[in-house]
């Protein structure tokens, strides 16, 4: 074994930025080892980033600009794509919304920071996304509300020491393994672990302690959370801080008194003495970390409110072993919406697309995923579409356009993990066919129509991200290079030690069931999260292990428990026909499980079509992510 080969790189697949080697001799990719000292991962790699070097090998990369002509791709040189590019940009109307850019948040920071940069200076579009902004958009603004900065507080590796700790909603040992790892380990060693799910995830079955909420009630519960806590304080003296003496403390304190105990247990499904007794433990923890998901499956705003508000009261988060920390499941989610890629509130890609009327007539896209394409038909009738992605997928059926891009270890760049950790991957594979990297590639369109950057390198452009981006003021990537990453600094934004309470309204949800459609569907990543995605799709092992339910569920599944099971008569991997309120319907097989709970249904979006073809009308129960609920009908 040869130790030079031994590359050290950040796994490019979820946001908890796991420490991995490479085994390289610049050509090709050999394999994968765990980076031991990594104080995150700390030597272990899930099964997505211990077979890396199967996606890295593909050979189903695009490898040189294409033009559609008479319907077909065909090679082109860079100086013609690009002028085809930009002369058809420039006849549409950035600023009336006629061109949409959908970046990717597995883009380095380096890549999203100048298509940011093109989207604003050049194309003129404020109509701008990385497809997973709708859950972290709302993390990032209670966050920013409740600390004074929208990001992570504390970092992952309070996890370690914590003596509390708390994950809301997300199935975190699947969507981020590492972490739940982690996690895991606390609990062996003394921490108390509380899981809050409507579902048995794996990490709520490990968990100290599960509260199994009804679906739509999680924010209700963590809200009771806090007026169990805030009970205590009241008699409690013994506090380092006056977290009365916040901005907001009094309205949230008043809504927190308002929860009545029977209404809860109508609503959630949970009794209140159960809540009081917890609070108890809460209150005797030294360091608290709470976790939720964010992104894609991310919770609503009021849960995400109940969560930084809840932190707040603990008075706990000055500890060096607390954190709050909104977990992504894309591995630069938070250094996308850093550089500015989110684009505005109110200006949703999907959004323009869904909308027949809308303005949209481009769109420029970037590593969109395999085989989920929303809204295609849409996208298919735009007058042009531009792709840029380092492996073929189904997108490129759509494109007029299409630019190839490095792979994540073919150039140099920097990654912003869950907790605000920013990290470098240095070029590590010869870029034999001297593909540009992202930065490169929109600093060269740019140019074409007389914006001229002057960006040398990678490093160059990291630059001008200190320069400009709040909390990278003292980052370089020379820094970066010593070492395993440093956090972004808060004390970038001004108002960084402002902190105040969420405005929040208690409220007894209640599943808009009816004796027509007596089913609450819940929707959700679980582990097939990946099952279409490119990372996936391109690999061996990986794929083999995330398919082995679909070998089982080959038209996908919906989950529901063995009592309902048996009320409907119906067996495991028997067919049902689902039809939801709106008059949508599927086809699909019952997975039988003890993990739901009656009277309620789950099933997986990214199996097969049924995010296109069930589930895309419902938008607003899409976007609420963990918290969707829809009402349907189950029958033979």
Wanted: charged share 20%.
């Amino acid at each position: 074994m040869n130790l030079a080969h031994y590359k050290p790189c950040v796994c490019n697949l979820c946001g908890t930025g796991c420490g991995q080697f490479l085994n390289t001799d610049g050509q090709r990719v050999y394999g994968v080892a765990p980076l031991i000292t990594h104080p995150v991962s700390k030597g272990k790699l899930c099964i997505r980033g211990w077979h890396a070097n199967e996606l890295l090998n593909t050979h189903e990369r695009i490898t040189t600009p294409l033009i559609r002509e008479h319907g077909e791709l065909r090679p082109a040189s860079y100086d013609e794509a690009i002028a085809k590019v930009m002369s058809t940009l420039q006849t549409f109307k950035g600023e009336a919304g006629e061109i949409g850019v959908l970046a990717s948040a597995r883009s380095s920071n380096e890549d999203g920071y100048t298509l940011a940069r093109l989207s604003r200076e050049v194309l003129k579009t404020q109509l701008r996304g990385i497809g997973a902004e709708a859950g972290h958009r709302k993390s990032m603004d209670s966050l920013r509300h409740a600390f004074g900065y929208p990001g992570a507080h504390g970092s992952l590796t309070a996890i370690d020491h914590a003596d509390y700790i708390l994950v809301v909603g997300t199935d975190i040992t699947r969507q981020n393994p590492i972490i739940g790892g982690n996690i895991h380990a606390a609990q062996r060693r003394g921490a108390r672990v509380v899981t809050l799910s409507s579902s048995r995830t794996q990490i709520a079955k490990l968990s100290t302690k599960h509260f199994q909420e009804k679906p739509g009630t999680l924010g209700l519960l963590v809200n009771a959370l806090g007026k169990s806590l805030m009970a205590i304080r009241t008699v409690n003296h013994d506090r380092r801080a006056n977290i009365d003496k916040l901005p907001g403390y009094s309205e949230y304190a008043a809504s927190l008194r308002s929860i009545s105990s029977v209404a809860l247990e109508r609503a959630s499904g949970i009794r209140y003495e159960e809540i009081e007794e917890e609070a108890k433990y809460l209150e005797h923890a030294k360091s608290v970390v709470i976790l939720f998901s964010s992104g894609i499956s991310g919770l609503d705003r009021p849960t995400i409110d109940a969560i930084t508000n809840l932190a707040l009261l603990t008075d706990r988060m000055d500890h060096p072993h607390s954190a709050v920390i909104p977990v992504a499941g894309i591995s630069n989610l938070q250094g996308s919406f850093d550089m500015g890629m989110s684009g505005e509130l109110g200006n949703s890609v999907f959004k323009a697309l869904a909308t027949p009327d809308s303005a949209i007539k481009a769109l420029l896209v970037i590593d969109h995923d395999d085989g989920i394409i929303r809204d295609k038909a849409r996208i298919a009738a735009l007058d042009f579409v531009v792709y840029a992605c380092a492996y073929k997928n189904a997108f490129m059926e759509l494109a007029d356009v299409v630019f190839p891009l490095p792979a994540y270890n073919e150039t140099d760049g920097t990654y912003t993990a869950a907790d605000k950790r920013v990290q470098i991957t240095r070029q590590n594979v010869d870029n034999k066919r001297g593909i540009l990297p992202g930065w490169s590639l929109w600093q060269r369109l740019a140019a074409a129509v007389g914006h001229h950057w002057g960006y040398q390198d990678a490093a160059h452009v990291f630059k001008d991200i200190a320069k400009h981006t709040p909390g990278y003021a003292d980052l370089s990537h020379e820094l970066l290079g010593k070492g395993f990453g440093q956090h972004w600094n808060p004390k970038g934004f001004a108002s960084s030690r402002q902190r105040q309470f969420n405005a929040i309204n208690i409220e007894y949800w209640e599943a808009p069931t009816s004796p027509q459609f007596p089913f609450a569907l819940m929707i959700g990543k679980a582990q097939h999260y990946w099952h279409q995605n490119n990372l996936m799709r391109k690999t061996i092992v990986p794929r083999r292990e995330y398919d082995q339910t679909l070998w089982l569920y080959p038209q996908g599944y919906i989950e529901i428990s063995p009592e309902d099971a048996t009320r409907l008569k119906v067996k495991d991997k028997w067919l049902v026909n689902v039809r939801s309120s709106i008059g949508t319907s599927m086809k699909i097989a019952v997975k039988i499980s003890p993990d739901v709970q009656s009277g309620t249904a789950y099933i997986p979006y990214f199996i097969k079509n049924m995010i296109s073809d069930f589930l895309l009308p419902y938008e607003n129960a899409y976007a609420a992510g963990e918290e969707s609920v829809i009402p349907i009908q189950i029958q033979e």
